[in-house]
């Protein structure tokens, strides 16, 4: 089973921080995941929320597999 792991504020909405997960793509996992808690949901589909997958940032979709790391980390700032 893949990993999904929360950070911040997103962690805080979801009330978990890391769970494992049988979703295949990244989409299936946000639609799973937004189904389980639309106040997660929301906060996943907010501007400037990134994914990481096997810790390297990627945008758009991607395959998951049983090795996989999912990182949803919310809107970083600095200077």
Same mark, same amino acid.
């Given at each position: 089973m893949a *990993?999904?792991?929360l950070f911040g504020p997103? *962690?805080?909405v979801a009330g978990w921080r890391?769970?494992?997960t049988t979703a295949e793509t990244i989409s299936a996992l946000r639609t799973l995941l937004s189904r389980e808690d639309a106040a997660l949901? =929301? =906060?996943l589909s907010a501007p400037g929320v990134?994914? #990481?997958l096997n810790q #390297?940032?990627?945008r758009g979709d991607a395959a998951l597999d049983a090795r996989s790391e999912v990182a949803f980390l919310p809107p970083m700032s600095g200077g």
């Amino acid at each position: 089973m893949a *990993r999904v792991l929360l950070f911040g504020p997103l *962690r805080d909405v979801a009330g978990w921080r890391e769970r494992e997960t049988t979703a295949e793509t990244i989409s299936a996992l946000r639609t799973l995941l937004s189904r389980e808690d639309a106040a997660l949901g =929301a =906060a996943l589909s907010a501007p400037g929320v990134q994914v #990481a997958l096997n810790q #390297a940032l990627v945008r758009g979709d991607a395959a998951l597999d049983a090795r996989s790391e999912v990182a949803f980390l919310p809107p970083m700032s600095g200077g």
